[in-house]
């Protein structure tokens, strides 16, 4: 949609990486994902680069122009990164050189930072593992699992036999979510623009990912359930085409 290509235009991220809670050979894919919804104008990691367990970033900072920034522990079992890592980002936020956020860690503790950036209007991007903290993951716009990052692992695609004769990759059944964002959003007709409902999927539950199912598109995971949804549009040519999809049990 237009609207989606101009916001990638119009979003300048700061990406600010706990070096404590992320893995270094994710790098390059943070860095594509970020790309999907604006260009990265701040990279910075952080981190104890004292330690032993930070040497793995090393070659990957080089390469990805990612600038570390040491923060020393200054007492055994204390996190100091976080606490950095969220006075530079309140510095960032007021310098106005940027008007969204890539927060990647699996912490609670960046739940009020995500909170805050949010409510002066700014994007808020979060990445971490599937057992980040519910209250950290609903306080972003967007949050992604590196789970289902393509370099963590190759999609474990199975096939399971239901009564509508559907596919499925997982035991979690997106239908439920699907179905709620299209009835936030469908018109008068019965028929919802695809876009608005991966919007009001965000809204639902950003850490919604189409990939999680073992798609990598929410068109493609939603004509996965044909028995569920119509779908309107793919044969339309140009990029102000739009698709519109439809739930059958709703269509007279």
């Known amino acids: 949609m237009a609207t989606d290509a101009t ?3 119009n979003r300048k991220f700061a990406l600010l990486i706990d070096g404590d809670n992320a ?3 994710l790098i390059k894919d ?3 994902e970020i790309g999907k919804y604006g260009i990265t104008t701040i990279r910075r990691i952080y981190g104890d680069w004292t330690t032993p367990n930070m040497s793995g970033w090393k070659e990957s900072l080089h390469t990805h122009a990612v600038q570390p920034i040491q923060q020393f522990r200054y007492t055994i079992g204390k996190n100091a990164t976080d606490s950095a890592m969220i ?3 309140m510095d960032i936020l007021y310098s106005n050189s940027v008007n969204s956020f890539c927060l990647v860690s699996s912490d609670s503790d960046y739940t009020r930072l995500a909170t805050r950036i949010r409510e002066v209007g700014l994007f808020v991007m ?9 209250a950290f993951v609903n306080a972003c716009d967007v949050f992604l699992f590196t789970e289902n990052f393509a370099s963590t692992r190759k999609p474990k695609r199975t096939t399971t036999t239901t009564k509508s004769a559907e596919k499925t990759t997982n035991t979690t059944d997106p239908i439920p979510m699907i179905e ?5 959003v469908a018109g008068d007709d019965g028929w919802a623009a695809l876009s608005d409902i991966g919007n009001a999927l965000r809204q639902l539950d950003p850490s919604f990912d189409p990939r999680t ?3 990598n598109q929410l068109l493609k995971l939603i004509k996965s359930y044909k028995n569920h ?5 793919l044969n339309q040519e140009g990029p102000s085409s739009a698709i519109f999809i439809n739930m059958k049990e709703n269509d007279n």
């Open 229 to 233: 949804f119509r779908i309107r549009g």
């Open 213 to 215: 199912y073992g798609h």
């Open 180 to 184: 709620s964002a299209f009835e936030m």
């Open 30 to 32: 943070f860095l594509a």
């Open 87 to 89: 006075i530079d980002a």
């Open 126 to 134: 979060g990445i971490g593992k599937k057992t980040t903290p519910r």
């Open 7 to 9: 916001n990638r235009i």
């Open 23 to 25: 893995q270094p050979k």
